[in-house]
């Protein structure tokens, strides 16, 4: 079955600009989680989305936000981007079973310059 | 307030060998734990997962340990191959039975077997 694709994989942005970051889950799997990894900090979850619904946040400020539409498909955008954005964005899907099924896609690689 | 370390960076060991990958968490609530393999320009993938009522889960050549009064787990791989090497994060969650939203993180630990 095919994996979790998240498109771009790489991209440049200007500070200031904004970015839409795309996830397309396994099918069949309805939540969507976002994890931003950085050298400095590690892995870090942003927010799960579940049946359309943001159900977790993570510590991150406003202007990291997400969306995820009827298919499952999700996507994150960050506004006025900054220098200490840079990083790798995972998503994760998962059919919501105990046991940790979640599925990690190869990331989208953003820099901001 | 890190609630998953890691405190080894990195780990060499000798092909055949056994590697031992150490984490810690302070958090009491964390009920699930999961270790995963990453390898560069890739996402993690999920290896092995423990839930709090157990102290030990066996798979293939991987073995999770948990010890919750010390609030200690360890990831054993035996024996260790080269196909082993690559950035290993422990992972817990709180409630969720190790379904991947809010996941809290370690740093990684560099795991390198050498042949």
């Known amino acids: 079955k095919a994996g979790v694709t998240q498109t771009p994989r790489y991209l440049i942005k200007t500070r200031g600009q904004q970015v839409t970051l795309s996830c397309s889950p396994i099918s069949g799997h309805r939540s969507v989680s976002w994890y931003q990894q950085t050298p400095g900090q590690g892995l870090q979850f942003l927010f799960e989305?579940?049946?359309?619904?943001?159900?977790n946040k993570g510590n991150f400020p406003g202007r990291f936000s997400g969306r995820q539409f009827s298919n499952s498909r999700s996507e994150m955008n960050v506004s006025t981007l900054e220098l200490g954005d840079s990083a790798l964005y995972l998503c994760?899907?998962?059919?919501?079973?105990?046991?940790?099924?979640?599925?990690f896609g190869s990331g989208t690689r953003l820099t901001v310059v | 307030d890190q609630q998953v370390k890691q405190n080894s960076p990195s780990l060499s060991v000798q092909e055949g060998r056994i590697s031992i990958l150490n984490c810690d968490y302070t958090n009491s609530m964390f009920d699930y734990f999961l270790w995963y393999k990453k390898y560069p320009a890739e996402g993690p993938t999920f290896l092995i997962s423990i839930s709090s009522i157990k102290d030990k889960n066996e798979d293939g050549r991987f073995t999770v340990f948990l010890n919750k009064s010390a609030k200690h787990l360890s990831l054993h791989i035996v024996p260790s191959q080269p196909g082993d090497s690559a950035v290993y994060f422990c992972?817990?969650?709180?409630?969720?039975?190790?379904?991947?939203?809010?996941?809290?993180f370690g740093k990684g630990t560099l795991l390198t077997v050498n042949p």
């Open positions: 992972a817990a969650s709180a409630g969720s039975g190790g379904s991947n939203y809010k996941l809290t």
């Open positions: 994760a899907s998962s059919s919501n079973r105990p046991g940790g099924d979640s599925t």
């Open positions: 989305y579940f049946s359309e619904t943001q159900r």
